[in-house]
């Protein structure tokens, strides 16, 4: 029941983009996403409702497509700070009492 | 206002042994949730406390154990550890106040505490 993320990992130049992608084969509620760097706590990034909702925060925005299942999360013109690890949560309708994590995308950002 | 705060930051035991993990929620949030991360299994939920009652509880043996007191600092108990226990164990506080956390809810980390069972 784990969400499914892709890539496992990706390597980018500064300035690059970049897309992950989430995905349930259950029907979902919400999709959260947070990035977390080494040694340090998951840092909440932003929460997407509802099916075809998109949000954006800087040059970082995500989609949601409830339809399909599945959540992408767009970075733009990388910077070396985006580097970490990226982890979809997800809510499931009718279980929205925990959320279940995916195994994360793992982001390095060279100069 | 102050994060999330979680002591110890590291710890080290022997199997069998039992450990205790203290969690202080941001000023003001009544809810906190526990979750287990493994390099291999990821973030998994451990149980979430709100107003001194457990509201939900993940997959993980009763070997894990938490409770919440009156000011909303959780403690989370792992009894009897095994290899297996060793991990990094986040807690992470909400504003949430109207029932079983849910997908509107931020949730805010704190730094975790590192657990190493020999």
């Known amino acids: 029941q784990q969400p499914v993320q892709s890539p496992q990992a990706v390597i980018l130049r500064e300035g690059e983009d970049a897309v992950i992608n989430c995905s349930s084969s259950?029907?979902?509620?919400?999709v959260h996403w947070y990035r977390q760097k080494h040694g340090e706590a998951p840092v909440f990034l932003m929460i997407?409702?509802?099916?075809?909702e998109q949000k954006g925060h800087d040059k970082i925005s995500a989609s949601f497509n409830e339809k399909k299942q599945q959540s992408s999360l767009y970075l733009t013109a990388s910077q070396l700070s985006y580097s970490g690890t990226y982890f979809c949560g997800t809510e499931r309708f009718g279980y929205g009492q925990n959320f279940v994590f995916g195994p994360g995308t793992r982001l390095s950002v060279l100069p | 206002k102050a994060g999330v705060t979680q002591t110890p930051r590291y710890l080290i035991k022997t199997r069998g042994q039992q450990v205790t993990l203290s969690c202080s929620p941001i000023?003001?949030?009544?809810?906190v949730s526990w979750y287990q991360q493994t390099p291999g299994q990821g973030l998994q939920f451990l149980f979430e406390y709100f107003s001194e009652t457990q509201r939900n509880k993940g997959n993980f043996p009763g070997r894990f154990s938490g409770r919440q007191f009156s000011n909303s600092r959780s403690e989370m108990n792992v009894s009897t550890l095994e290899l297996g226990d060793s991990a990094l164990y986040l807690c992470a506080s909400s504003s949430n106040t109207s029932g079983p956390l849910r997908g509107t809810d931020t949730q805010y980390f704190g730094p975790g505490t590192r657990l190493t069972v020999l």
């Open positions: 000023s003001g949030h009544r809810s």
């Open positions: 259950k029907a979902l509620y919400s």
């Open positions: 997407l409702l509802k099916g075809g």
